[in-house]
């Protein structure tokens, strides 16, 4: 049963990102991930047993990393291709960090037993993720060395934010 329920919760986070990304850059339809997040995050909601640990979690998590994310792109350093923006990130970018947080809640505790593989596998995925969608066409990235160097110090102490965090209320 946890087997399934971690690929049906990395299922539902990916299903969402790639409505996100390719709802803006491919279809013209940047709701299109919008309401896919929703579905998914009501969809885990409902099935979750700690409801109160997820909401916990993923405000721990999605505050963080939408303000990082913001003060990337005030700053220039990198930026959205796309028209519609709640401030200076797409509106979607909310559900996805929301989304992304759905992980942490139940499938990156795998990492509290390995701390640093944790913090270098965090440290070289998150960034590439970003990296990634330059060629999908979803950002644009104007200063390479600042972006690859924010990127992985930010997704490492996120995970040893975390990884703290999970230590301390498990």
């Known amino acids: 049963m946890q087997k399934l329920k971690v690929f049906l919760v990395l299922t539902g986070y990916q299903i969402t990102w790639l409505a996100c990304v390719f709802g803006e850059t491919k279809f013209s339809y940047p709701m299109l991930g919008i309401w896919v997040g929703i579905i998914f995050l009501l969809t885990y909601f409902y099935f979750n047993n700690n409801k109160q640990k997820f909401i916990k979690i993923s405000l721990l998590i999605s505050v963080p ?19 519609d923006k709640l401030g200076t990130l797409p509106f979607w970018m909310i559900i996805l960090w929301l989304s992304f947080s759905t992980l942490f809640d139940e499938i990156l505790t795998f990492f509290k037993n390995y701390k640093i593989l944790g913090i270098i596998l965090s440290g070289i995925l998150g960034p590439l993720t970003y990296y990634l969608g330059e060629p999908i066409g979803v950002i644009k990235i104007h200063n390479f060395q600042v ?7 930010f997704w490492m102490i996120l995970m040893i934010y975390y990884l703290n965090y999970v230590v301390k209320t498990d």
């Open 65 to 83: 990393g939408y303000i990082f994310d913001t003060f990337l792109v005030y700053f220039q350093i990198y930026d959205f291709e796309n028209i």
């Open 147 to 153: 972006f690859i160097i924010s990127m992985i110090l």
